[in-house]
């Protein structure tokens, strides 16, 4: 699968940006999708994910209650709705996919769990 992220760009602090992700391939409702920043000098971070259904989504404790995952299986896109911004929210977001089968309760929270990264797209929150 292939991903295209969009949707970063300059905001002030307590503004809000939408970030999409496109993906390519006829089974993208099979991959669960994930969200990573990575801020200069830091390592690739969490943000957050959603299973292939849409039913299962987890938030690193830095974005809950201000970011909402969503996806569109019939678009092959998944969303990063971010309100409430922070100049901590400063960073380079990274869309992921990782290909799973089978019934699981929980979605995949580290980096090296995800097969594809899209390019990233730049997000910058001034205070």
């Known amino acids: 699968v292939q991903l295209q992220a969009s949707g970063g760009g300059l905001v002030q602090a307590g503004g809000s940006l939408r970030l999409s992700c496109a993906a390519s391939g006829r089974t993208f409702s099979s991959y669960d999708m994930g969200w990573f920043r990575q801020a200069p000098g830091k390592e690739r971070e969490f943000v957050s994910a959603?299973?292939?259904?849409?039913?299962?989504?987890y938030y690193a404790d830095s974005v809950k209650g201000r970011f909402t995952i969503s996806r569109d299986n019939a678009k092959n896109t998944v969303s990063l709705q971010m309100n409430s911004l922070k100049s901590d929210d400063t960073a380079v977001y990274y869309c992921a996919a990782v290909q799973r089968g089978g019934s699981y309760s929980a979605v995949l929270t580290g980096p090296r769990e995800y097969n594809y990264w899209g390019q990233g797209t730049q997000v910058t929150v001034s205070s």
């Open positions: 959603i299973s292939r259904s849409g039913i299962i989504t």
